[in-house]
């Protein structure tokens, strides 16, 4: 049974940062695209960053670039998510997920992924 579990979530305050990690079990030990998606109350969830096996990422969205870094360690199947200078608008879940293969049209979005984590919640107090 795949298992994706995501910590380092909390409560922290605006220009503070957190590290997430999320660990993957069982199934495949060669997940081709990991990646981190956030949702926010009352809105849909949203594209993050993604790292493939290879260590190449995705672009980040413009309010994120240069405060958010995306990384993993293939060899304990684990994706890390650095987030800097925190701002309360990054309050949300963030959630991560695992494909197996990479489909460069649907990867921002949550059909290029085979299997998500529950989430963790991060909350940015000002």
């Known amino acids: 049974q795949v298992q994706l579990v995501e910590s380092g979530g909390g409560l922290v305050q605006a220009g503070g940062s957190l590290r997430l990690s999320c660990a993957a079990s069982g199934g495949t030990s060669n997940w081709y695209v990991m990646g981190w998606f956030r949702q926010a109350p009352g809105k849909e969830r949203e594209f993050v960053a993604a790292v493939a096996w290879t260590n190449r990422t995705t672009p980040y969205a413009g309010s994120l670039k240069g405060r958010f870094t995306i990384s993993r360690d293939n060899a304990r199947n684990t994706v890390f998510l650095q987030m800097n200078s925190l701002k309360p608008d990054d309050t949300a879940v963030y959630y991560c997920?695992?494909?197996?293969?990479?489909?460069?049209?649907?990867?921002?979005?949550?059909?290029?992924?085979?299997?998500w984590g529950q989430g963790t919640q991060v909350t940015v107090s000002s």
């Open positions: 997920a695992a494909a197996l293969s990479l489909t460069p049209a649907i990867i921002t979005t949550s059909r290029g992924y085979d299997y």
